[in-house]
């Protein structure tokens, strides 16, 4: 039986904080080896802990780490699928395989993340608007049930199970393996076009008419502007550079700049982030800024911004935070941002990160994210009541149509979630089918009503 332990857990947000029976195994194997024993009622698997609420987390039950299930295991060079178990990061990915020309199809803001995590959350990036989620790049993928069977699940193949797990959050099976379809580039660098634009209709109005000519777009928003400054935004741009855009000299395009790895050593005092500091830092990013067309920047410094901190989240204190992220449909998009932002900044509750991106078609995974029109990521740290103030944030969400990503959702309700996703019900079949003892659940799945608590 493989040894675990007992940890308080949490995500990368720190809130909330819960006591799990930890297991780590080393092969694949041992996940049924792990289930037979019939120590925890309940089990769901955990890559390295950055989704953001209680997706990864099963208080007073078990969690599988997948942290050293982390192998490669084939490389097909002229095609650019990539088979790797469940547990490697696309940090791994990037290390060993941009060097040789190839690039991941989708990623979200951070590298440090598993596949399987991704394909569980179904993750979307800068390029959504283009290419969509990350399941478009998924060949295939081993999944294990609960009752030990081993599944080859594909667009095409027991495909039904495939839509029930992309987005599924760990609660159809346990993903042992991948296989990933990365893309060619030139170079380890980007060509980006900044833009300054001085209200939310400004810059929605950029994406939605010159968005299509960029294959990634996001904006920083100014979450704490108001009156005639309201969502302030500073648009970043990019197409993949080529050889021929790198200065002269460069030894390696596909090289990453070396850069020193800083440490927030400690937890900043509670309070620090406030409405007067995150405003003094929003000033500031925003005048710093200005219009400036091709820019070369590397792929660290624009997808993955905060990934050169380690333990960034710290900031935040010890409380922890949430990271709030809505999508809103295109007819109701521009009226709903503008409410939101506007409830978010007369609260006083200081968002230091606010990112805006708009998203293309929708995948075919039953609970995944996102669908056409704009999304928008808050980070809010954590203090007395909010909760109560993310639910009515959550009522002006479902009356704009739109809905909440499970990846980050740390507080709504069973009955807000039912009535975002649609498809819950075939979602509830499926998982009943692959897992009828209800061996899968998590912290999140029980709150959102997702299984039975």
């Known amino acids: 039986m493989e040894p675990s332990f007992v940890s308080p857990l949490s995500g990368w ?70 088979d790797a178990e469940a547990g490697a990061t696309l940090a791994e990915i990037l290390e060993i395989f941009l060097p040789r020309g190839f690039f991941l199809p989708v990623t979200p803001g951070t590298k440090f993340v598993t596949l399987g995590g991704a394909i569980a959350h179904d993750v979307h990036g800068k390029n959504h608007h283009r290419v969509g989620s990350i399941s478009n790049f998924v060949e295939s993928f081993r999944l294990q049930t609960p009752g030990g069977e081993i599944l080859e699940c594909s667009p095409r193949k027991n495909a039904d199970i495939f839509d029930a797990t992309v987005g599924g959050a760990g609660l159809t099976g346990f993903l042992r393996s991948a296989r990933l379809r990365l893309v060619p580039v030139e170079t380890a660098h980007v060509l980006v076009d900044f833009q300054k634009c001085p209200d939310l209709e400004s810059a929605v109005a950029a994406m939605d008419e010159s968005d299509h000519l960029y294959e990634y777009s996001v904006a920083w928003i100014d979450c704490l502007a108001r009156g005639s400054a309201l969502g302030r935004s500073v648009l970043m741009r990019a197409n993949p550079a080529k050889r021929t855009d790198l200065r002269n000299g460069a030894r390696d395009p ?54 050169s901190i380690k333990h960034w989240n710290r900031m935040y204190g010890g409380r922890g935070f ?117 061996k899968l659940s998590s912290s999140q799945a029980r709150r959102l009503g997702i299984v039975e608590g």
């Open 322 to 438: 949430v990271q709030y992220q809505v999508a809103f449909p295109p007819e109701t998009g521009r009226a709903a941002l503008a409410n939101l932002l506007d409830r978010v900044s007369a609260s006083g509750r200081a968002s230091f990160l606010g990112v805006l991106k708009r998203f293309g078609a929708a995948s075919r995974g039953l609970l995944s994210f996102p669908f056409p029109g704009y999304t928008l990521a808050l980070d809010i740290p954590v203090s007395n009541g909010l909760v109560d103030f993310l639910r009515d944030l959550d009522r002006l969400v479902l009356d704009h149509g739109g809905r909440l990503y499970l990846a980050k959702d740390a507080a709504t309700t069973a009955s807000t979630f039912a009535a975002m996703y649609p498809r819950l019900r075939e979602f509830r079949e499926i998982k009943a089918r692959l897992d009828p003892e209800n």
């Open 13 to 82: 947000g720190r809130f909330p904080v819960e006591e799990c029976r930890v297991f780590r195994p080393e092969r694949t194997a041992s996940i049924a080896e792990i289930l037979e024993s019939g120590g925890e009622p309940t089990y769901i698997a955990r890559g390295v802990g950055r989704s953001y609420g209680d997706a990864s987390l099963n208080g007073g039950a078990g969690v599988i780490s997948f942290e050293r299930l982390n192998r490669f295991l084939d490389f097909d060079a002229e095609t650019g699928v990539l």
């Open 254 to 307: 596909l090289a990453l700049p070396r850069r020193g790895g800083r440490v927030l050593p400690f937890d900043f005092p509670g309070g620090l982030l406030n409405p007067w500091t995150v405003g003094a830092f929003n000033t500031l990013f925003y005048a710093v800024h200005r219009t400036a067309p091709r820019q070369l920047a590397d792929i660290d410094k624009f997808f993955y911004p905060l990934d």
